[in-house]
């Protein structure tokens, strides 16, 4: 696996937004990182902490974090598709749709947890096997070309993306009982 960082024409000016928050070159360490600090992010919250929004247009904690899966798997599903030559343009995706649609209410915060454990060890598996060579192949996903490394990245920026507004914005708000 490459240790640079994709370039700006690597991927949409968009998603900017999310490839600057990774620090570092090495983006199987920071997946890697992320799953840890993530996980015990979670570990210690209750199913009450999972049903807060900060305010009423927003998303619970327990959403963001349907959000967070659905939105990994795709952006994954990308890359594959990508880095396997496949030049099949792939559309966009309307995140409120999924997130309408994931019910994620009813189930549980510690439900939803595991499972971003598990589609980040298989996004971890995925990239990890990829060869030199596949890292750089490039596709075209919701009208943007965007190589396979940008999407590595892009899928660590926006979890942790989403992460940061957890911490800061969600928890520091939850009245405790």
Sequence with gaps: MPKTRPAPGDYAPYAEQYVSQVKGDDILDSLRAQLKQ?????????????????????????????????????????????????QTPLPGFEQDDYVRGGNFAERTLADLAEEFGLVRAASIAFFRSLQKDAWQRRGVANKNEVSVRALAFIVAGHELHHRLILEERYFPAIPRA
Excluded: Q
């Design 38 to 86: 993530t996980t015990m992010l979670f570990s210690g919250r209750s199913e009450r902490d999972g049903n807060f929004r900060y305010a009423p247009d927003k998303w619970t904690v327990k959403e963001v974090l349907g959000h967070v899966c659905d939105t990994e798997r795709i952006f994954a599903y990308r890359a594959l598709r990508i880095a396997r030559g496949d």
